[in-house]
């Protein structure tokens, strides 16, 4: 039994393919009826990953493919973005994220560095893997049916 | 909708430079920007108000593009104002923490 429609894309890794993933991402998101503010979570986090998947991908060769999977799921999206670049540190990507600190300089300021901080402040749940290309994992739940804060206790059939 | 993005420059008077964005700021378009931006940086004594109300969407790579014209501001003692950012786009700014360092006047709306 099938429990999610499952959506594949590959695009060019090139900067003008990501504003088309964005728009698949806007209507995916649409139909499963997520909200305004979440659709445009989704689309600056995954526009996010497909700017680091196409400077990755590119760098190694340049007719290289981004590939961008959908899962949808009743409850949830998941959505994966897979370079097939160079692998990179992901201990030194992991201690280069984080939002500006009053501490910091503004020369110290890092022009490029937002971007996995962005995903992970947008999304709700982040996995990253290198072992082969980079593939990043990232979900975000549909919050339909929300009840308080206060009830931990919430009947599904999952 | 405009995938692309429009970066129209007018002089407000002999000190002030307006710069007018309409579209999508993204990997795709931020190059045009920076290109755009950066030049209006280097002359001394200059303010450059930047007008984001036609902006439907920014990312990372247009907050990169605005640090890289702070830096160039302290260093050609110009000056960056951004303005009528969308709520959306405001946001990004607040979770970053950019809005303590950026000059961000998110209160008049519409203007001349």
């Known amino acids: 039994m099938k429990h999610f429609d499952f959506i594949e894309l590959k695009v060019p890794a090139k900067a003008e393919y990501i504003g088309v993933v964005r728009l698949s991402v806007s209507g995916i998101a649409n139909r499963m009826g997520f909200t305004y503010e979440d659709i445009e979570d989704l689309k600056v986090a995954i526009s996010e990953a497909m700017t680091n998947a196409v400077t990755h991908a590119y760098d190694e060769r340049e007719d290289g493919e981004v590939t961008v999977g959908f899962g949808v799921y009743k409850n949830r999206l998941e959505v994966m973005v897979a370079d097939r670049g160079e692998s990179f540190d992901l201990t030194k990507v992991k201690a280069d994220i984080g939002p500006y600190r009053q501490t910091e300089s503004v020369e110290e300021l890092r022009e490029g560095g937002f971007g996995l901080f962005l995903i992970d402040a947008l999304m709700d749940k982040v996995e990253i893997n290198n072992d082969y290309g980079v593939i990043v994992l990232m979900t975000k739940f549909l919050h339909k049916n929300e009840v308080g804060f206060d009830d931990d206790q919430i009947s599904t059939t999952q | ?112």
């Open chain 2, 1 to 112: 909708m405009n995938m692309n993005l429009e970066v129209e420059v007018a002089e407000k008077n002999k000190t002030t430079v307006l710069v007018l964005l309409t579209g999508e700021v993204d990997a795709y378009t931020a190059p045009k920007l920076k290109e755009n931006l950066l030049p209006l940086t280097k002359k001394e004594g200059t303010l450059i108000e930047v007008n984001l109300e036609n902006v439907s969407y920014m990312d990372s790579t247009g907050l990169g593009v605005f640090i890289s014209a702070l830096k160039s501001t302290k260093a050609n003692n110009s000056q960056l104002k951004l303005m009528n950012l969308e709520d959306r786009i405001l946001r990004l700014f607040e979770i970053t923490g950019l809005d303590s360092i950026i000059t961000i006047d998110s209160t008049v709306r519409g203007g001349n």
